[in-house]
């Protein structure tokens, strides 16, 4: 089992910034690609970013590419999504998700854990 904890969720106003952790515990984290994705209300669980279990490698959905950034420290057991120029359409639920693959994974079945979310509200 992999436990995922994420933090630093909150209100911002738009043009603004947050960085979210995710800190995973429970099995070998340089194991594991990581992901993150959001849910809005009403709307399917979209991708966000995600990083190779080296951060070697990653990836990013359109609507937030040259916005926001994931990285990883693996030995603090942490992926990070710095999220810079925020829009109210980036409100949403946002949940870390870890899969036991060293590559770049982008749709939801393909990832074995998940967090509890946490809430990004960003205000016009």
């Known amino acids: 089992q992999v436990q995922l904890v994420e933090s630093g969720g909150g209100l911002v106003q738009a043009g603004g910034s947050l960085r979210l952790s995710c800190a995973a515990s429970g099995r070998t984290f340089t194991n594991y690609a990581m992901g993150w994705f959001r849910q809005a209300p009403g709307k399917e669980r979209e991708f966000v970013a995600a990083?190779?279990?080296?951060?070697?490698?990653?990836y990013y959905g359109d609507s937030v590419k040259g916005r926001f950034t994931i990285s990883r420290d693996n030995v603090k057991g942490t992926v990070y999504l710095q999220m810079n120029s925020l829009k109210p359409g980036d409100t949403a639920v946002y949940y870390c998700?870890?899969?036991?693959?060293?590559?770049?994974?982008?749709?939801?079945?393909?990832?074995?854990?998940w967090g509890q979310g946490t809430q990004v509200t960003v205000s016009s």
């Open positions: 998700a870890a899969a036991l693959s060293h590559f770049v994974l982008v749709t939801t079945n393909e990832y074995d854990y």
């Open positions: 990083i190779s279990s080296s951060g070697g490698s990653t």
